[in-house]
Structures are given as structure tokens and as C-alpha cells.
């Protein structure tokens, strides 16, 4: 261990004590790798651009962080945001941000990989480069600097993190996450220039290099063209594995200490999702479906089983009550595993795919509410963002949960949607009132039904990335409309702050200029932007005026399908034609059905890649 | 079978919440197969219980759980098993079978004892530092006030102390406390520090205090027992009557 760490360490235990949840700084939990320094070529840290237990909590973490620890030669380590407590007490004292293996600088390895998980994490990636004494900007930064590189969903729309990034990595990294760091291996055996390093690099599938592609702008704002220089490809596409059932998976994950939001086993069934859910982003850029099969999966869960010791597994995926297989896995895991308590949880279930029986099963260990997204209130408007569920598979299924025993049931919904009217909002009311009604009928005493709406945030890659987001005023209104709408005793209504959902839409529509407003809002205190308690929505209004540029001009405008997108030269397989095509679908309330139950939709990702749906069942 | 266990909780395991204690051990067993005895009910839970609660950061050397399993074992191999799976810093030291249905941990320890390390802000004697100490153990009542959400309240922390001597070494102080531990509470070792500080002057740096935890005990008549000492039953014998 050298000086600089064993320092960090006695500097940082002198005051554990004294900030919120010391276990999120210690970083030697359960199944945490701790690699030799000298004996590994390349020294990756996986930053998460939030708190520990949120980071912590998520799948892609914990599968990259063991991917690239299974490679002898790789080291790889974490950090998390800092909490303000834990912030405040290490700019008093000068200690710079460390990874949570070694307590090393973080400045000290070769990769700081940031993964991209929301738009309201971005002031705290600046935070976290500047906790790390790295220089925010490439232009600014030195050979002993480490490559900034982000990943993840909003990795699809980096630009208004450009100029703070040396490149960004498109779709799933199980293959190309190791190519680019064995290259990184190769530059520090034999250096060329910076240049001839990321021109290599972006040779990688779904490598994105941003200063490899020159933006010129029009007078009245709009992009003019998006210019990738020679060499490098014209539009990135996104990496994809092939095989998810021979892809690499963790079944020894760490084991936090402190409670972490989601505190169990996380089994992967299933990648992608079919519906075709028109507002979603992620249902577009993980596709194709791909499964992984029954045998693989319960290996699995006996190596989770026996390395973690914990006592619940979660099937994850975007949607598992459509994983072919999922009846019988779940019954053998729980055939299996009941007598050492170990339990099974579904994240979510759809309501014309939902099966009580499957929902019994897995409720056995611990009984919670059920939750349902409708997203929307009325068929018309379902139809038009392609949510194929109709009000009677909603009927039905809390039918089967009140019967089963449940009260509690939760609604999601989302208000701004494009082409909403009076009567989907009113759509809203008369569901809640209705499930509730249901309730009392069958006999439930206590019945609550727990209705949440956010509001509609257009996203890049979907076929709603041409409209825009409603107006705060409206949607605080609509809120508002809603709340006396829904003033009933058996009925709870939650509805998010709308000026964080216009923030959302402003960056994830971003263009390269919103760069100068992130290092200014972040420089004004602007972090933890995703936290109520922390939001400021004041500083950023005075960082956009104060820059010159109009958030609005990314939010509540209606693009063309002639206008250049910022991230037209990113793709994630799925094709903007067919993107166009769907958006053209919604306008006209017409559904597009899912590809695995009838014929290909045409929307791109299968043709050209070698990859195909892959169904188990 | 009901089995208590000793253990120290030293390193980076000190700052292991006893919140989150539970469900290391929980885990830990999960791992090493040792099939556990559960609450019966809605929400089953693991029969796993502490004694009193250790605070962050204040290391321990020697705490004491009960695990009930759902069979009998023989116990050292129990214990080989389990230390496995323990994180680093929690160290399995002893255990013995006792009786199922026998007092809780919680409702038999009544002592405990520290080690504190306090750095000071400026050196003094250890005459000073005698007299300080003398003076406070002379002292009938000692108020100190604590803060919580609900507001300030103050507590007579005299009664709880029953033995404090500290000596000087280089420019920190090193103290041994020892204290009662009841239903109605106790007193923390940083309160004791603060109170000397602010009531004798002694010039401690608080923000600097390790503290470890050597002991909690069963008190009885002037003598400390182990909860695993079957000696330490003639207290509630006599209790009972």
C-alpha cells in the first residue's frame, strides 16, 4: 500500500464517525475484489454518479465491475457520489475522491468509467471529477489524467457531456468493454499520441468518440450538420451481445452491509423488451429480446445462493412476467430454495400478462402492495403510446389480486403524454375509482389504491423524440385537476415536481452547448439534482440565462423529421425510420404489435448484426 | 438448539451498524448452510439476538450473540463455518449451548467496559488529569444534555459511572470506564469525555477519541461474569427470589 492511500484512510477514519451511513465510504464488503496494484496492466474505477445504495443497487454495476475483474491483467474498483456531509468534510480537509477498494486517488488510475443512468446525475458527475482533482474539461486534462468514458442509457445522447468525456461506449460493454480496455493496455505498453489512441479506440463497436465529429449550428438555433472527421464511422452503433445465455453474469456479488435500495440477488432472465411502449427509451435500445434459458438461470441462482447468503432473488429484466419461461423458474427456485427462506420477487408485472398464481408464489415470503402501469387514462390514449393494455386486463387483474387477498394496490401513470386531453386525464380518476370500487365489492376491507403520475419526458431513440414536453404551468395544473379529482379516502395521489421532469427533457434533448451550463450550475452548487431536498432549480434557471441559452428551445419544442437531432449519428440498431414510422402510428392511434407474437416490425436491430430474437420457452 | 456466542467486532468492522448486524450474520450463516431457527408469523425473521448495542466506530472485543438453529450441531464446527463467512474483523471466540427459553441477552447484561484513546489539545500531567477525574467522581450529580429530534433533555449521567482512571501517554490520555447498562440506558463513553472536558477542564480532543469496548458483563455482587459462565445464573437465582 503506498503512502498517498494509508494516508486517505487515517485522514477519512478520523471522521467516519461523524458523517451518515460510514459504510458507504469502506468499500470491503462481502465478495468486494481487491486486486494487486503492481500486478494488473489496467486500473479501471466504476463511477456511479450517485450515492452508494442507489449505485449499488443497480444490475450494470455489478455485472461491469466483475466483467472486467474476471480479466487477470484488469483491476477494477468503485466510487460512488459522496453524500454533501461526507463532500463538505473532504474539500475541508483536501482529501481528494478515492476508490473504495484501495482508497487510491482516483486520479491515480488509467479509466474512470461513469455510467449514465438519468440526466439528473450530470452536476454530479462534474462534482465528482473536480472531489478527484481531475481537470473537467479534455482539453484540460494531461497523459497522467485518466480516460473519462461513460456508458449506459443516456450514453445514446452524451452531447451535452462532450466536451468533459474523452469517448462514450453504445449498448452492452460484456464484449467491447474488454477490447477497449486491452487497447488501453497496449497504449501504456507502447504510447502513441492522444489522437492515434482514440482512433484506435473508436474502431471499437459502439465506440463514440465526440471531438472525432464537428457540430455546426443554424442562426435560429437548430443543428446544421453533424460531421464525423475520416476514419471514424458516420453513425456509432451500439454494441450487442449475441448469446446472452453464454454471456458473462456475476454470481458473486457483493454483499453491502448497509441496507442498499434494492437489497438482493438480482437474476437476469431476459435483455430487451418487444412491447414497443412508444414514450420508453429503454424498450428501444436494449432490443432484441433475448432470454436466458431455465437451466442457466437456476446454476445461477445456486451459485447466488451460496456465495451471497442472501434471502431474496429478484428476476430482473425490463419486463419478466414476458419471460417465456418464467412460471417454471420461479417455481423451482422457490421448490428449491423455500426451506432455507429464500424468496422470489418480480420488479414488475404487466397487467394483461399478469397471473396471480405467479404473483402468489412470489409473495409468499413477504406481501406487499401490487403495482400496475396503465400509463394512461383512457384506450385512445393507450393506443396512441402503445401500452397494449386495455381497462378490462387492468379489471381483471386486480379482480384476481383483491380475491387473492391484496388491498394495496399502486397505479402508475403518466400525464403530458402527446395528444392528451380533458378525458384522459378524467381516464385517470375513473380507473383509480374503479379498482377501488372493485375492491370494496369483493369484500376487501381497507382497500388502498396509491395513484402516481410523472410527467412525460421525451426522450432521444424513441419514436416520441420529435414532440415536446408540456409546459410546467400546464402539467403543474393538471396536477393540481387530478388531486381534487382523486379526493377520496381510499385513494392516495403522488405526482413528481415537474420543473425536475422539464430538466430531464431539456438534457435528454441536449445539444453539446448545454455543456457551459452544466460546468456553471455545478460551479453555482448544483448536485444531487435527482433529490428533492438538494434540487435547485433556481441556479439552473440563472445558469441558462446567465449563459445566454434557452432551455426551453430543448424542451417544449416540436422537432421536424428534417431537423438534424443532436444524436443522429448515434444509433442504437433500431432505425430513425422506423422511429418515424411509429410516431406516424401514434398520431393515428394505431397499435404495432409485439414482434415476438406476430411479424417483424422492421425496426432494424435484427438485419445487418447476427442477432435475432431469442426466445427460451 | 440455542447457542451463544462470543466475538470481538475490531477493524473496519466497527463501523458495521448493529442495525445491519443482524443481517450479516443472517447471510453469513445462509453461506455456511447452518440451517436457522425462525420467528413464526407473517414476516418470519432469523432468531438471532444481540446484546447491547455497540455505537459506529466503537470497536468491541468481546460481544455476545444467541443463534437459535433449526437443529443440533456440534458447535465448534458451527463456529468454524460461520467464521468463513464473517467479513474480516469479526472474530468468533467462544460458544456454548444454552438452554432455549433462557434470558435474553439484553435483559441479563448490566456492565460494560472501555478503552478510550483521547488525544489532547494541550498536554498535561497526569496529576492534573488525576485531579480532574477525582473531582468529577466526586461530583453527586452530573446533568448532561442530549439532543434528539424531539429536543434537549437532560440526564444525571453520575449514576451509571462506576469506575474511571486514566493515564497520560505522549500527548494523548488513555481511560478506562467502566459502566452500568440498564433498561432505562446508560451512558455513552463520549459523553462521560465531554463532561470531564467541559466540567474539570481536562483538554481533551474529542474529534480524535477511539474507543473500544473490552467488556459487557452480567454484574452481580461486586463480580462480573461472562453470559456464557454458568456461574453467572446464581444472579438471577437470586433475582428471582
Known sequence: MSNTTTRIREQVERFLPKVLKPSRYLGAEWNSIHKDWDETDVHMVFAFPDVYEVGMSHLGTRILYHLVNSFPWFACERVFAPWVDMEEKMRARGIPLYALESFRPIRDFDVLGFTLQYEMSFSNILNMLDLAGIPLRTSERGQEDPWVIVGGPCAYNPEPLAPFIDFALLGESEEQLPEVLNLVAEQKKNPVSRREFLLKVAQVQGVYVP?????????????????????????????????????????????????IVHDRMMLEVMRGCSRGCRFCQAGMIYRPVRERSPETLLRQTEELVRSTGYEEISLTSLSSGDYSCIQPVVQEIIAKYSPERVGVSLPSLRIDSFDVKLAQEVQKVRKSGLTFAPEAGTQRLRDVINKGVTEENLMEATEAAFKAGWSSIKLYF???????????????????????????????????????????????????????????????????????????????????????????????????????????????????????????????????????????????????????????????????????????????????????????????????????????? | MLLRIAYSKLETAKYIAHLDLTRVFERAMRRAKIPMAYSEGFNPHPKIAFGSALAVAVEGEREYVDVELRQDMDIREVLGRLQEQLPSGIRLLEGRVVQTGSKALMAVLNAASYLIRVPMALPIGPERLAEGMDAWLKREHIPFARYSKKGRTDKDIRPWVKRLTGSVEGDAVIVELEVEVGNSGSVRPEEVLASLRDLENLPFDLDALQIKRTGIYVHYEGQHYSPLDPDHKRGFRSEAR
Not at chain 1, 228 to 256: C, H, M, R, S, W
Request: aromatic share 10%; proline share 4%; net charge negative.
Open chain 1, 211 to 259: 471531438e472525432f465529429y464537428q457540430v455546426d449550428y443554424q442562426e435560429d438555433g437548430r443543428i446544421a450538420g453533424i460531421i464525423a472527421e475520416p476514419g471514424v464511422p458516420k453513425v456509432v452503433e451500439k454494441a450487442i451481445v449475441k448469446d446472452l445465455d453464454a454471456a458473462f453474469f456475476p454470481t458473486n456479488p457483493i454483499v453491502p452491509y448497509m441496507e
Open chain 1, 414 to 617: 403518466m400525464i403530458g403524454l402527446p395528444t392528451e386531453t380533458q378525458e384522459d386525464l378524467d381516464g385517470i380518476a375513473h380507473l383509480a375509482k374503479n379498482v377501488a370500487n372493485l375492491g370494496n365489492k369483493l369484500g376487501r376491507r381497507n382497500v388502498n389504491v396509491t395513484v402516481s403520475t410523472s410527467s412525460f419526458v421525451p426522450k432521444s431513440h424513441t419514436p416520441f423524440q420529435w414532440e415536446p414536453q408540456e409546459r410546467q404551468a400546464s402539467l403543474e395544473a393538471k396536477q393540481k385537476y387530478l388531486k381534487e379529482k382523486l379526493r377520496d379516502r381510499r385513494i392516495k395521489y403522488n405526482y413528481h415536481d415537474a420543473s425536475t421532469s422539464f430538466l430531464e427533457a431539456v438534457f435528454a434533448k441536449g445539444d453539446r452547448r448545454l455543456a457551459d451550463v452544466l460546468e456553471h450550475a455545478f460551479r453555482a452548487g448544483c448536485r444531487f439534482d435527482g433529490w428533492s431536498e438538494h434540487f435547485r432549480y433556481d441556479v439552473w434557471m440563472e445558469s441558462f440565462r446567465e449563459l445566454g441559452i434557452d432551455p426551453s428551445f430543448y424542451a417544449h419544442r416540436a422537432l421536424d423529421y428534417d431537423d438534424v437531432l443532436a444524436w443522429d449519428h448515434l444509433e442504437s440498431g433500431v432505425k430513425k425510420r422506423f422511429l418515424m414510422q411509429e410516431h406516424f402510428q401514434a398520431l393515428q392511434e394505431a397499435r404495432t404489435l409485439d414482434c415476438r407474437l406476430t411479424d417483424c416490425t422492421g425496426c432494424g436491430v435484427c438485419p445487418d448484426r447476427g442477432v435475432q430474437i431469442d426466445l427460451k420457452g
